[in-house]
């Protein structure tokens, strides 16, 4: 049987999937149950159009990594073919880790971080696979002695942020995010084993490095997406709350486990088969089936946010620059708490603040490498006309209901 498919891809057109075992593993339902997350969560609160899927991204990921590899053994930078293969499961899989809504219910529903549970993940399909993925996992790990491999996979200038922001810029319809990937990618070398951009490449770095600061504070933190994501937060806050108290929630059966149950990755690593298994049953679909039965609740702040997310009744979010003070929000806190005639204890389920931050171009990581026509590579902070930011930006948020100021 020919498993050499085609896939057409509405970013990059036909794309191939390349190995027998790379079709094997998208068959999986492991893989298959991407297509029930979305990549960008609740973004579409505010872009209609971004509906996409973590699977979508996967596959999208996956074709661009056959691109950088094409392009590395242009340049006589020696790839085996089950280097080539195990690369292009790891990035394949990079993701399968995520749970429902992706980074939003990260550490509510769970307190994982998600390249822990892909990395589990990896092992139990590495079990399944009679060990077929034992170099996917170590170039995922970094164990391997070839560096550049795992930096396609995750680093500055990896196939994941190449494929995610193309592709939520096509989604969204945000075109700032756009990005020149194709002749990034095709600027990509090898020197002392890592990744370096040869040096005509380095000012469509710099527009990638500003297309992803653009993305983050128009699309990922855009302060309505923000609300509804803390929103959405705080529903399962209160739901776990409620559990734990006795009540009955009408949720699905492995949503139901992880309500019931606080793990960590160490239960993950002591019990990983059956967890691993509960967990990949869960996706988007049971969250938006559990807010619909919340709706009519007889708790009201459960009632009240699972019908103000499902209805898009969404909080105002105020952003700044600095920190709120204390007297503002305890003056919003006293309005709201007089208007739902609720307890101070209840009113953090419907005021909360916080902060987010994002840096145009982070030098704390490997930074982004430049190879020069003399030989000379010198990292991109020392590179740019520009002095490219690494200066952190942080914005602070404040979230409450509508028509109470």
């Known amino acids: 049987m020919n498993k050499k498919k085609i896939v057409n891809d509405p970013v990059y057109g036909f794309i191939t999937i390349p190995y027998n075992i790379v079709f094997d593993l998208v068959e999986h339902p492991f893989v298959q149950r991407l297509r029930r997350i979305k990549q960008v969560s609740l973004t579409h609160y505010v872009y209609p159009g971004a509906l996409h899927t973590r699977f979508h991204h996967a596959l999208g990921a996956l074709h661009l990594m056959g691109q950088a590899i094409e392009v590395l053994r242009s340049k006589e930078v020696e790839i085996s073919d089950e280097e080539a ?19 939003t219910l990260e550490h509510t529903l769970i307190n994982v971080h998600h390249e822990e549970l892909s990395l589990l993940f990896m092992e139990c399909l590495n079990d399944i696979f009679e060990n077929q993925l034992d170099l996917a996992i170590q170039i995922f790990k970094n164990k ?33 995010g756009v990005i020149g990937y194709d002749r990034i990618i095709k600027m990509l070398a090898v020197h002392n084993d ?79 088969d059956e ?18 039965n919340f709706t009519e609740h007889e708790d009201p702040i459960l009632s ?20 709120f003070s204390e007297e503002y929000i305890g003056n919003i806190r006293h309005k709201v708490s007089e208007r739902f005639n609720i307890s101070e204890a209840l009113i953090l389920y419907l005021v909360f603040q ?5 840096r145009t171009y982070n030098t704390a990581r490997d930074e982004i490498k430049i ?34 100021v």
């Not at 293969?85 to 980074?103: V, W, Y």
């Open 85 to 103: 293969k195990a690369a292009s499961i790891a990035i394949l899989l990079h993701d399968i880790g995520h749970g429902p809504f992706s980074h």
């Open 144 to 176: 391997y002695h070839k560096k550049f491999l795992h930096q396609l996979i995750s680093g500055q200038l990896d196939m994941d942020r190449m494929d995610y922001l193309n592709r939520d810029s096509f989604f969204t319809g945000v075109h700032e």
């Open 194 to 272: 890592e990744l370096v951009v040869e040096e005509k490449g380095i000012y469509s770095i710099e527009k990638f490095l500003i297309a992803r600061r653009l993305m983050y504070w128009q699309v990922y933190l855009h302060k309505t997406v923000l609300g509804v994501e803390q929103m959405l937060i705080r529903v399962w806050q209160r739901a776990k709350k409620l559990v734990k108290e006795g009540a009955h929630l009408e949720v699905s059966k492995s949503l139901q486990f992880f309500l019931f149950n606080d793990l960590t990755i160490k239960d993950f690593g002591n019990n990983r």
């Open 275 to 292: 967890l691993i298994n509960h967990f990949s049953k869960l996706d988007d679909y049971d969250i938006v089936s559990s807010l619909k």
């Open 304 to 323: 009240f946010l699972s019908k103000s997310i499902i209805n898009r009744k969404l909080f105002k979010v105020e952003l700044k620059n600095e920190p």
């Open 354 to 358: 916080g902060s987010e931050s994002n």
């Open 371 to 404: 190879l020069y026509k003399n030989g000379e590579v010198k990292p991109m902070s020392e590179s740019s006309d520009y002095g490219l930011r690494s200066t952190l930006v942080k914005k602070y948020y404040l979230c409450y209901p509508k028509g109470v």
